[in-house]
Structure formats: C-alpha cells, structure tokens
C-alpha cells in the first residue's frame, strides 16, 4: 500500500464517527526536497456541517503551532540586530520590568530581567490560565482567562522567577509584541511580508475577516469539544474572531492557516532556512540557534512534570512524552534520545491546543502535521494515531525509499 493511501486510511478510521471518534482531520508530510509525501483528508468540516466533506487544504485555526512562525520572526530581527536574545527585553516591553511574581500564594516583585531567550523558551515566569491554577484566577478576576486577544490575558502576574523554571505560558505572545514594535508592522503583516511570501504562502493569517482574500470564515473548520461522555459536539471558537475587537494579536496562538502551508516553514528548517523553492527565511547559523537545547540540566526535569488540567474544557492533564529523555528549544520540544515512532534524536515538535500537532525530523528530512479542530487537548484518539500510527509510516517509507 502506497503511503498516501496507509495515511488515508488511518484517517478514516480516526473520523470513522463524527459524534464519537473525531469530527475531521487533514494530514500532510513532506521530505526536505519539498516533494509531498502524504495530503489526506477525512470526515466533515464539522458536526454542524455534516453534508460538508472535510478538504486537505480546509483551514484552522492553529493556535499554538504559530510559536514557531513567531520564534522565526524573532530570530530574524536577532539577525537584523534589531533584537538581542540575551539582553534585558523591558526597552522595548516596559510592561515587563518590575512585574509581579506570585508563586505559592505570596506576592513580590521581580528583579530579574527578563530576556527574548526566556519569553521564547518557557522560562520567563508567564503561564497558562488552562495550565496553572493560579494564573486562571487572577486572570478570571479581570475578565481575561481566554483567548479574547486583549491585551489583560497576556498580563497575569508571573508564576516564578525568570529562568528559574520552564512552564508553558505567554511567553511568546510577548515575544511577538516584540516583534511589532522593532519592525513597526503588526504581526499578520510581519509575518506576511518576511515569512508567508518567500516561501509562497498566501492562505495565513491572524485576520480573520480581511487577511485573505476573501476571508477565513467560510473555510474554517468548525471547532468542537469531546465531552465527559466521550460524545462530539459543537462549541464556539476559542480566539477572538471579530478583528474589531482584537486588541492584541496572539504570538502564541493566533494564526488560521492549512497543513500544507504551514508545513513549507517546516521544510524551510530542514534545509538551513532556505525552501527549494529558493525562499530564504532565516541564516543557516539561525536555524542552529532556533534548534539548540535552550535549558539549563537543573531545569530539564520541568519537562517531566505532570501538567495540570486547570482548565478541563481546554486541555486533559498530561506529561509531555512521559519518560523519554526532552530538552527545549526556541523551535519546539527536542527528544535527543529520539521516540520510539521512528523519528530520530535530530527532531523537533510541537502542538496546538486544539489537537494539531507538527514534527521536523533533520534526520531522514521529514516533516509532518495533522489538523483537527477538537478541544480538549491531548485527545486520548487523535494522540495514538498521530504519534504512532501516521508519523512512523512516515518514517518507514522514507527508510524503505531511501533518506529524503
């Protein structure tokens, strides 16, 4: 059987039941040379939209997979020497200097500055409200523990002193505030103009309504909720779609876009930053910096500990790959040692919160990500057939081919 049609029909089988299994998923992989792999497509655009088939190139909203877009933005204004990694951030993000930090009820003030090493890697102090217990309640006192791009939901007291711990947070909605006010484009534009054209990209965007032509609206997939039951149904977006009420645009979680497009940045890396395409969106010396192990040995344990469902609607408790060995990098989660799915100790991954997860492995020159549009996180049947079904037929093919 062809790797197309294994990747298919491992799609069938995960959105055999709208109302049971998942509503719709759409799957792409690719190998450093750019060609396709794997394009699959199953199910329908929504439990709401039952007539309508899900399409490859549907779009989502991808949430926290726009990290990465907005690491690659930031490290090329490192370039540009218009950013710094290691000095203090607070000239250009004077919010953050002197915050408070709560940590185990008792409030004080921050004296360590804080750098665009830490807002990128995970260990500035900021945290989730669906993550960290304490976060939600001080940002549910001001009415901001979402994702309703205002700007009081990205400032939240921090949870610990900076560098001191690794908790994933808002780190990088604050990396990217960086990114506009050196550049003095919005975001969607900065990533448009520096990012999306050089590499062809034309489908992504943090506007919902005028971003692409057209807008995003009547190709999105529809997003839903798993409830206790383990039934599907319906339920509203999480970020804020209505551009006029955007205060902010989201680093961390706010771009729309499809699989296919998304994983083009992903070739991108794998090729020193620049796509066949002859696209350049970063230095071969960048790439290596995006890519190092970014905590120190006293702080590699955070990456074990459990993390906790603060937020049930948004996300199941999980560890992050339980008891394999994990670093961090400003890309994404590095596994040094590898996984056991085939992907090498060369890769890097991530997630978004809605149920997409990417890889990038510099070993056999794969890329991959599936797309779902289904809360909460870390779903106990999207995960398996990601990881270990469609991720290492990937693999082997690739093995059986020859490297890519």
């Known amino acids: 059987m062809s790797l197309q049609n294994t990747v298919q029909s491992i799609l069938n089988e995960l959105c055999a039941d709208p109302i049971t299994s998942v509503p719709g998923a759409v799957v792409f992989a690719a190998d450093r040379k750019g060609n396709t792999l794997a394009h699959a497509a ?24 726009t990290k990465l877009i907005t690491a690659i933005a930031a490290m ?11 000095a203090p951030i607070d000239g250009i993000l ?67 002193e900076p560098g001191t711990r690794w908790e994933y947070g808002t780190g990088i909605d604050w990396a990217g505030q960086a990114v506009e006010r050196v550049s003095g484009l919005d975001l969607d534009g900065y990533f448009k103009e520096n990012i999306f054209k050089p590499l062809g990209i034309t489908e992504m965007t943090m506007r919902p309504d005028t971003g692409i032509p057209g807008g995003v609206k009547p190709r999105l997939a529809s997003m839903h909720k798993r409830g206790a039951d383990g039934k599907i149904s319906a339920r509203d977006y999480l970020v804020e779609s209505n551009e006029s009420k955007m205060e902010i645009q989201y680093g961390g979680a706010g771009l729309y876009g499809n699989a296919k497009e998304y994983c083009q940045i992903l070739v991108a890396l794998l090729n020193d930053g620049q796509h066949p395409n002859g696209g350049r969106i970063l230095k071969p010396e960048s790439v290596k910096e995006l890519m190092r192990d970014r905590l120190p040995e006293k702080l590699v344990p955070d990456l074990e500990r459990p993390i906790v469902a603060a937020q049930p609607e948004m996300s199941n408790p999980l560890t992050i790959l339980e008891g394999i060995p994990k670093q961090w990098a400003l890309a994404g989660c590095k596994t040094p040692e590898g996984v056991p799915n085939g992907r090498s100790g060369k890769s890097v991954w991530w997630a978004g919160i809605a149920n997409h997860y990417w890889w990038l492995d510099q070993g056999d020159g794969t890329c991959g990500m599936i797309q779902t549009q289904l809360l909460p996180f870390f779903d106990a049947q999207i995960v398996p057939a990601f990881f270990f079904k469609i991720e290492p037929a990937v693999h082997q093919h690739v093995a059986a081919e020859g490297s890519a």
Not at 77 to 86: A, I, M, P, R, T
């Open 76 to 86: 090329q204004l490192v370039e540009q020497g218009k950013l710094s990694l290691d």
């Open 94 to 160: 004077p919010e953050l200097k002197g915050q408070d930090i709560l940590e185990n009820g008792k409030r004080r003030k921050n004296t360590v500055p804080i750098t665009l090493n830490h807002l990128l890697s995970h260990t500035s102090g900021q945290s989730y409200p669906f993550f960290n217990e304490q976060t939600r309640i001080e940002l549910e006192k001001v009415g901001a523990a979402g994702f309703g791009c205002e700007k009081a939901s990205i400032m939240a007291p921090l949870a610990s």
């Open 42 to 65: 199953a199910g329908v655009r929504g439990v709401d939209k039952p007539s309508e088939k899900m399409a490859p190139n549907q779009l989502f909203a991808i949430h926290s997979c």
